[in-house]
């Protein structure tokens, strides 16, 4: 079953612009992570904050947690049209098992 | 070095007919995870090795789903008497180890099952 949630479930955006994407989770997390899927096919991991951290960077990436809600945010910046892509949190427990949200599509348009 | 692969990448089969997926995971992996995703859906948890053992099979969805992992390398998953509701693509992923969740997975591209 699906854990998380992720909000928009669409996201369309011109080139340049940034986009925000939120996640929110039910249970106690070890870490979150991020992933990024191309054409419904293979994930790429993005980013992973820990339970005990509230924000994190990689590149154009920016993410933040907040155990307290129980949420996440991704926020790309300066989005290319090579960001078009879906965007998946997922709750990691102790072994390692991804629990993912049903993801955000974002289009960015040229 | 070469990263997790995965065959066949489609796969088309007639309702009731029994099939193998089989993951090629990082060399050096000792946790490989296999999930399941429907369109328009996140991928969902099947069954995670740890070596030759599976840790957790909680997410097989019914005993007609098995997986192996005989050498702690290679897997494969078995669907027997495939239903046309087992349809989707199954993602493999595998990571160094999973120590508390740190450790990243990596994906491979999939095999897309279709069952008519």
């Known amino acids: 079953s699906q854990q998380g949630e992720e909000d928009p479930q669409a996201l369309s955006i011109q080139e340049g612009e940034n986009a925000t994407m939120n996640c929110s989770y039910k249970?106690?997390?070890?870490?979150l992570q991020w992933y990024r899927q191309n054409s419904g096919r293979g994930l790429v991991h993005l980013i992973l904050i820990r339970s005990n951290e509230r924000e994190k960077h990689s590149g154009r990436l920016r993410v933040t947690l907040d155990t307290s809600k129980k949420s996440s945010s991704l926020l790309i910046t300066a989005s290319r049209a090579a960001d078009t892509a879906s965007y998946f949190c997922?709750?990691?427990?102790?072994?390692?098992?991804?629990?993912f949200g049903a993801g955000t599509q974002v289009v960015v348009t040229p | 070095g070469a990263g997790v692969s995965q065959t066949p990448s489609n796969k088309v089969t007639e309702k009731g007919k029994y099939v193998e997926l089989r993951c090629d995971p990082i060399?050096?992996?000792?946790?490989l995870y296999w999930y399941r995703q429907s369109l328009g859906q996140g991928p969902e948890f099947l069954i995670y090795f740890q070596g030759t053992g599976a840790a957790d099979d909680s997410g097989l969805p019914n005993d007609r789903f098995f997986a192996v992992r005989p050498e702690g390398s290679v897997s494969t998953l078995k669907i027997q008497r495939t239903e046309r509701g087992d349809s989707a693509v199954y993602l493999c992923a595998s990571s160094l180890y999973p120590s508390e969740g740190y450790n990243e997975q990596f994906f491979g591209p999939g095999t897309r099952l279709t069952v008519l």
């Open positions: 060399s050096g992996h000792t946790a």
């Open positions: 997922a709750e990691t427990d102790s072994w390692g098992k991804l629990q």
């Open positions: 249970t106690s997390i070890n870490n």
